[in-house]
RNA sequence: CGGGGCGUGGCGCAGCUUGGUAGCGCGGGUGCUUUGGGAGCACUAGGUCGCAGGUUCGAAUCCUGUCGCCCCGACCA
């Protein structure tokens, strides 16, 4: 390929809508350009890095025994209907573009696939004999992103790579949620990536066990905390620790004693003003949960003064608490004066609240259910005794003991944030430590969540109908590709690991006036593509220094300049990521590059942990 | 959606405070010179200053509204 015809416009100033080093650099290199805000027009040259990425998802995913399929991104409202998450992705803040076609039907655009895929396993797996099995597709998926951001990093429009797998049992479904392990590792391996695999908090897509891959980048919007050995990483959404031990409150009495606490509604300031530390305290936050289904709850949370809410797990706690009869739980925010005021209720405390706030507060509450929702960190249900508020103004209780509050008893849960530095639940001698990472693949055991509700059954051994066993496995090609630009570029630009380089090698004739080199050049080309490489020809009647910096910038990662040595038939190699050069024949240089190619495309030279 | 910022030739920006009929660098075209790390000179094309109202003799500039984009939070491959 020639680079005169490659329609290939580099900038040279970085563009004022990008941010990040891949960003900037994708949208210098004229790989992409931005056609709305999360949507992106893939220029040739990035095409072929997302080819040779989706070539790889499949090898690896035909290796696993997998079927690629297509399915429809244009989905019924119906179905999602079916599933019970229709409301959660179209209303609020949910991220499903949705549309009303001519005959008054809903429809909504893909975000993902569970649905489609189960009716059609519905449909079409009836018996234990046909199992297991696996789909997986290649596709562009919709989201209504609440910020698009970072270029393809979290599009609107990006491609996926989903895949389904569908078991007779448990068992079954872990033996494929492994073999999706070791072929993801495989898949990013090969693109070049170095990659941690983390536990995660399995989402709006549910189900029980669920893994993502990070490409470790400063860039990344997710903080992961491991042990320095590597055997423990998770997202810190769903990251657990052991806390520091809380500092023992001594008391006089027996009994809770009233202090009189003006302007002290933080824990920093109850501390400050009364000598406590913040680990003898109880801190409680007020939220209101919004489900798909019945009235608004309010949420009661009980966490040690010293620690920290972490959101999903609250979220997860109060899924589970309010059940399935409550539908999805939209919206879970904190509760402020006003929304109190609109209830017709009388003013809170807020502040000053307790742990024991009663449900009588919510009397004549206006459109919110009348009982609390009481939940508790383990941190702070394990205080024997402490400071807390006292429900009343400018009033906190020293002394306080659960068994003496009285009132209803909270659900005890994990609700704490873990933080780097805390020891590690597995080996409390080792200390978590923070990294930044960009997710690109997450593998779920869905279990029968969905498989339930859409009635996606078979017939066992025994004759008897149970629904399937799934399990959901999605790579973020797209993203994939720019993660690999964030891990892989310096000063001068991109360096594309071989094995999804669009281009493997570009030949620099330094000038094309010089019908020698022009000669060299074109032969080299040809002799190079004869070998199966790769090959660019820079063609073009620019200086060679344009060249030079045009081919640094778009980062192929072996270039050969064809310059002062022509006329011997002598030129240089240079290596892109290294910059080591060597002048050498162009005999030698086709043998050469075709050995070093070869064994580089294979990739599996990434290092990877856990 | 809340908070912050930006919309001026293809790209990056200045001009706006203090209204007076639009400029710089890069890029494009032509010619000459140059030719191994984003060359020099000359000529040239290209902009209803996001859009809509308003104030004014006069608006890129002041006012109102609106649309778009970016950044910080909730979401996720």
Known sequence: MRVSRLMLVTLRDDPAEAEIPSHKLLLRGGYMRRVASGVYAYLPLLWRVLSKISAIVRQEMDATGALETLLPALQPASLWERSGRWQGYTA?????????????????????????????AADLLRSYRQLPVSLYQIQTKFRDEIRPRFGLMRGREFIMKDAYSFHADEADLRLTYERMDQAYRRIFSRCGLRTVAVEADSGAIGGSASQEFMVTADAGEDLILSSADGRYAANQERACSLPEPAVPLVCATAEAVELHTPGQHSIEALCAAHGFEPSQTVKVLLLLARCALGQARVVLVSLRGDQQLNPTKLANAVSGALGESAGALLELEPITPEQIHLEGLPAWPLGCLGPHLGDE?????????????????????????????????????????????GGPRPIVADLRSAQPGERCLQDPAQRLESSRGIEVGHIFQLGR????????????????????????????????????????????????????????????VASAQDPVQVALGERLHDELEQAGLEVLLDDRSERAGVKF?????????????????????????VERASGTKCDLGAKEVVTLLREHITAARLGLTATQSS
């Not at 509700?453 to 797209?478: H, R």
């Not at 910096?549 to 006329?567: C, E, F, N």
């Open 361 to 405: 507060w919510l009397a004549g509450a206006r459109s919110w259910q009348p009982t609390v929702l009481r939940l508790a960190d383990a941190t702070a249900a394990e205080l024997e005794v402490f400071v807390c508020g006292a429900n009343r103004p400018d009033t906190h209780l020293v002394g306080a003991r659960w068994s003496a509050l």
């Open 449 to 508: 969540k969905y498989s339930q509700v859409l009635e996606a059954t078979f017939t066992n051994e025994q004759g008897l109908d149970e629904p399937l066993w799934m399990g959901c496995y999605g790579i973020g090609v797209s993203r994939l590709a720019q993660a690999a630009v964030e891990q892989h570029h310096d000063q001068h630009g991109i360096c594309w690991p071989v094995a999804i380089a669009p281009f493997e090698v570009i030949v620099v």
């Open 92 to 120: 609020g803040e949910g991220i499903m573009f949705h549309l009303v076609d001519r005959q008054e039907r809903s429809l909504g655009l893909g975000p993902t696939h569970e649905e489609v895929i189960t009716a059609l």
């Open 549 to 573: 910096k045009d081919a640094d910038l778009i980062g192929i990662p072996w270039r050969v300049v064809v310059g002062r040595g022509a006329a011997s038939a002598q030129v240089e190699l």
